[in-house]
């Protein structure tokens, strides 16, 4: 592996992804969340509206993902390899679990009968999606073992104790973004209903990751010791602006003020983000690859550069099209 | 043989990619037929094109959907089942399939949206214009997923350092002579595949005595184009033919059943391939017709498979088969296209109920071509996954466990039941119900999400119970 830096195009594209992963989690965690709030409320009309509510955004956030996934096999494909050998069960049910979802939006308007089976595959789907996310995030924190440019170990080690945490964290993360989202959206009755949950929501999330937090420092020194926070003291910055953000979504909760909890959880999970950027650069599979190792070919990354300086801001402008278009809240019965 | 992670995962892989390439193919084809009537209506005014149009276009947004979403699963394969693939190949094939991905979301972001919901919001002009968009699209996706398999078959345009495969020329790659012959044979089958549908459709109706000028017009649409197109398809069917002999000349051998090397080479027309005992059973063959076909002579030598060392050669049963469906379904159409054309002209097409049944039955023809055609090119490429380069035995992820393949495997294959069975399920209801008056406005329907399309104009007035207040 050498120690060359990586270049300007290697790093144009690693920022494109890592924006991506931003932007996807953002996006699609509102929707993944309403999913998962979805399954905890019996209310026919509660569920209407959650499902108003995210109805014209949820497939184009999707969108997302698929760039992350094309762009990093075209653009770093030892990166898309490992990443996908070693969560190959993960993945399936992330998938699995997409097409699960999608299927239930669109048939549980037109079935009676199957509305059950509908709306558990919604709800099952959306919390199996954002589980393996978590999971893979907490099973990275730990490290991948890698052997030639190849996962190197078993089907299971993405089911550690620490990434079950941060699975479950990242559950109850999308689920208070998605009830921020449902505040923003909404009115009344199932406004107040998504208010009293922010609290309890945003508990669970401090108490699942100091857990994950205390397991890494004590019985399993793998996930964080390891990493580069210790060498970059100014990465706690982001810590504690992560801790500060979910004190500030419950404060703007109980103030009742509808843009704060959405906007706050968003910054609450960009600061999360940032702190796992701060304990992984330089590397992209944690502690195995790096981004100018894994980099393909400056003639490939080249080639796709000339399509990417085009399409993507075409899909960022279309992204922001659609959330223009259906702006404020949901309108009931249109 | 036994089940091992590859051979489970080609499995995989065949499963997947069978279940996708059915939507992008005739959605090709829809999308240009669409384009077409739009045109039409645009020149002369003519309120039947609307109707058929305002038909096919539910129809259209479901197939679309489909094949986004089982594109979407392929999208991640090349990594979970084939990592060694990805990272020996993937500054090829990830730029090529990055390009596919571009244009799918250039697509689905700009005119694809138009197209399904702009009908009252833009002029005719810039609608028509965007049915034509779309129609572009599909195709530049084909092509781009054509460019990639054709380099995977014939590789051009590359070098190999340090065991990986960097790109050296992207024009050699991008825009390869086998390229030039292989998106085109792609292209002719998804409209022939269309226009084999379409004719369907138009039979059914005239059958059932239903919706008497629309299924009129798509019979003869359907089978004008059919006419056309099967004799260029041929053509490009037998250039295809010329880059297998010439560049893999044992998928070629296995194709034809071809043992032993002859001179002058005989034509096995039919058989059952032996692979055991490397010999046909129950063969019937014709004298010097395998030189001819293959070199446009009488006399010259053919190489059989026992030129090529065991390891590298393909199986035998299913490219001979496959390849011989796929023509069978290409006559059936030229048949079926042709015929009906002359019956058209005798005036007696309309009511000839035993033709409009053929016409009914071979809905499937397309599809059917387009399967066996692959097969013939994906498994008459083995044991190569890139054809000299790679083995697909060295070419799956290292870390797989058969346990894991065979989960994935029977995950996928009853998500994909009851997916698909929705999907064909929603096709079949809008197909069976046939042309009518739709009114009923759709809410929250973007471009990325056309399922809805159907869903919702397809959902009876009360259709959300508690929603309407």
């Not at chain 2, 079949?428 to 739709?438: N, S, V």
Request: proline share 5%.
């Amino acid at each position: 592996m050498s120690p060359a830096p990586p270049s300007d195009l290697a790093l144009f594209w690693a920022a494109v992804i890592a924006v991506s992963i931003l932007v996807y989690v953002i996006l699609d965690g509102f929707d993944l969340g309403v999913g998962i709030l979805f399954g905890t409320t019996r209310e026919e009309q509660h569920r209407l509206h959650m499902m108003d509510a995210i109805a014209p955004f949820w497939d184009g956030n999707e969108t997302w993902l698929v760039i992350i996934g094309a762009g990093l096999f075209a653009t770093f494909p030892v990166v898309y390899a490992v990443f996908l050998g070693a969560f190959y069960l993960p993945v399936l049910l992330l998938l699995v679990g997409l097409i699960f979802r999608g299927i239930a939006f669109e048939f549980r308007y037109r079935s009676v009968k199957t509305r059950g089976l509908w709306d558990a595959g919604f709800f099952l789907g959306s919390t199996v999606v954002a589980f393996v996310q978590g999971a893979a995030i907490g099973a990275l924190m730990r490290g991948l073992p890698v052997a030639n440019g190849q996962y190197a170990g078993t089907s299971f080690e993405w089911l550690h104790p620490f990434s079950v945490l941060t699975g479950i964290g990242l559950v109850f993360g999308y689920a208070l973004l998605g009830a921020g989202w449902i505040v923003l959206k909404s009115e009344g009755d199932l406004r107040d209903w998504a208010y009293r949950r922010i609290p309890w929501l945003a508990a669970a999330v401090f108490v699942v990751l100091g857990l994950a937090f205390a397991v890494s420092l004590s019985v399993d020194a793998g996930a964080i010791a390891q990493s580069h926070l210790k060498d970059r003291p100014w990465g706690w910055v982001f810590v504690a602006l992560a801790i500060a953000t979910l004190i500030g979504v419950v404060i703007g909760a109980r103030a009742r003020r509808d843009g704060v909890a959405y906007t706050l959880t968003v910054v609450f999970i960009a600061a999360s983000y940032l702190t796992l950027g701060v304990m992984f650069w330089p590397y992209m599979v944690p502690y195995a690859v790096t981004v100018a190792s894994a980099a393909a070919p400056e003639e490939s990354l080249r080639f796709l550069f000339y399509g990417g300086v085009v399409v993507l801001p075409v899909i960022a402008i279309y992204t922001f099209g659609v959330y223009w278009v259906f702006r404020g809240k949901v309108r009931s019965g249109y | 043989m036994d089940l091992d992670p590859v051979l489970l995962s080609r499995i995989q892989f065949g499963f997947l990619i069978s279940f996708h390439i059915i939507f992008p193919a005739f959605t090709i084809g829809l999308a240009a037929w669409l384009a077409t009537i739009e045109g039409a209506r645009l020149a002369t005014g003519n309120p039947l094109y609307r109707r058929v149009f305002d038909f096919w276009l539910p129809i259209f947004a479901v197939s679309f959907g489909m094949g986004v979403v089982t594109g979407i699963v392929m999208a991640f394969q090349f990594g979970t089942n084939w990592g060694v693939l990805a990272v020996k190949t993937g500054s090829i094939q990830g730029p090529l399939l990055g390009y596919e991905g571009f244009t799918a979301f250039m697509l689905e972001a700009t005119f694809f949206g138009v197209m399904l919901l702009g009908r009252d919001r833009v002029s005719p002009r810039f609608y028509f214009f965007s049915c034509c968009m779309v129609s572009l699209g599909t195709m530049f996706s084909s092509f781009w997923i054509l460019a990639n398999n054709s380099w995977m078959q014939v590789p051009l345009g590359h070098a190999v350092v340090d065991g990986k495969i960097i790109p050296t020329d992207w024009m050699q790659i991008v825009l390869g002579p086998v390229q030039m012959v292989r998106w085109p044979h792609m292209l002719l089958a998804a409209l022939l595949t269309t226009s084999m549908c379409v004719s369907a459709t138009g039979a059914w109706y005239l059958l059932r005595r239903v919706h008497f000028d629309e299924g009129r017009m798509m019979l003869h649409w359907g089978l004008g184009l059919a006419a056309v197109l099967i004799p260029v398809q041929l053509f490009f069917g037998h250039l295809t033919g010329e880059y297998v002999l010439k560049h893999q000349p044992a998928k070629f051998a296995a194709i034809e059943a071809r043992w032993k090397n002859e001179q002058p080479a005989s034509e096995v027309l039919i058989a059952i391939p032996d692979e055991a005992n490397e010999r046909n059973l129950y063969a019937i063959s014709v004298p010097k017709l395998g030189s001819f076909i293959a070199s446009g002579n009488f006399t010259s030598a053919e190489r059989g498979l026992e030129s090529f060392p065991r390891e590298d050669r393909p199986p035998v049963l299913i490219p001979f088969f496959a390849f011989r469906i796929m023509v069978g379904m290409g006559l059936v159409m030229l048949a079926v296209s042709w015929f009906g054309n002359f019956l058209r002209w005798r005036g007696r097409l309309e009511s000839s109920r035993w033709f409009l049944w053929c016409t009914f039955a071979s809905f499937p023809t397309g599809f059917i071509a387009i399967l066996t055609g692959w097969y013939t090119a994906e498994i008459g490429r083995q044991p190569w996954v890139v054809y000299g380069l790679l083995r697909t035995r060295d070419a799956v992820t290292p870390s797989l466990t058969t346990g894991d393949v065979l989960t994935s495997l029977i995950v996928y294959v009853v998500v994909y039941w009851i997916f698909i069975s929705f999907g064909v399920y929603t096709v079949y209801k809008l197909l069976r119900e046939g042309p009518r008056a739709r009114t009923q406005a759709t809410n929250s329907v973007t471009g990325s999400r056309p399922l809805a399309l159907a869903a919702r104009t397809d959902a009876p007035a009360d259709g959300r119970p508690g929603g309407a207040r």
